[in-house]
């Protein structure tokens, strides 16, 4: 079982609407968990940070925990063509280290 | 404020040399995390520095080195160079503060490392 999941994608949808984008991880110990975005040839930058069950929303961004199902979500509302990249899922595991998923490709059709 | 700086954005090497990968971390930043990204896959975890010292690592090979120096900046190494290690390798610098690390990782741009 890999530490991080994410599906790979591409998920793609239409201009306004609403992307959700899910993560799974393995160790249960985890407390601090992260969204990253990563346009084509640039490096990932972070965009979301969520330590605590429930909701954390930032401008068009929601990040949601549950640690009792070891799963975290992003949900981007009002879709733009400039949100087309790839998230990566982060877990800060027991030990200083942060794991990455592979990440899911997002499309955002004009 | 300056962000994080790598060196060099993009170097081409053969199996077996060796190769050095430069990195600063962000102002006020004192722990330094270096990452491998091949193609189409996440940042895979190498090591972290804190304090001069390897704090913890990943499941890379001991051809895999590095170091920080009191400045926090840090060297990523790695020796007898394979075809597989060609990848984009990620500096990531945050904050440790007490006991805990803020986990928000910044990135630099990464050094594309090509071995032919």
């Known amino acids: 079982q890999k530490e991080v999941e994410q599906n790979s994608g591409p998920l793609s949808v239409p201009e306004g609407a609403i992307a959700s984008l899910n993560c799974t991880y393995s160790d249960r110990g985890s407390q601090s968990f992260f969204w990253y975005r990563q346009y084509s040839g640039k490096s990932p930058e972070l965009i979301m940070s969520?330590?605590?069950?429930g909701d954390k929303e930032d401008g068009r961004f929601t990040a949601q925990l549950n640690k009792a199902s070891q799963y975290v979500s992003l949900l981007i509302r009002d879709s733009q063509p400039s949100d087309s990249a790839t998230y990566l899922c982060?877990?800060?595991?027991?030990?200083?280290?942060?794991?990455f998923g592979a990440g899911t490709r997002l499309f955002v059709k004009a | 404020d300056a962000g994080v700086t790598q060196s060099p954005t993009h170097l081409i090497k053969t199996r077996g040399q060796q190769v050095t990968l430069r990195c600063s971390p962000k102002?006020?930043?004192?722990?330094v995390s270096w990452y491998q990204q091949a193609l189409g896959q996440g940042p895979q975890f190498i090591f972290q520095y804190y304090e001069e010292e390897e704090r913890q690592r990943g499941n890379f090979p001991d051809r895999f080195s590095g170091h920080q120096f009191p400045n926090y900046s840090s060297e990523l190494n790695v020796n007898a160079l394979l075809l597989g290690d060609s990848a984009l390798y990620l500096c990531?610098?945050?904050?440790?503060?007490?006991?805990?690390?803020?986990?928000?990782?910044?990135f630099g741009e990464g050094s594309r490392l090509t071995v032919l």
């Open positions: 982060a877990v800060e595991t027991g030990g200083f280290k942060t794991i």
């Open positions: 969520i330590y605590s069950n």
């Open positions: 990531a610098s945050s904050l440790t503060s007490g006991v805990s690390n803020t986990g928000e990782l910044f």
């Open positions: 102002s006020g930043h004192d722990t």
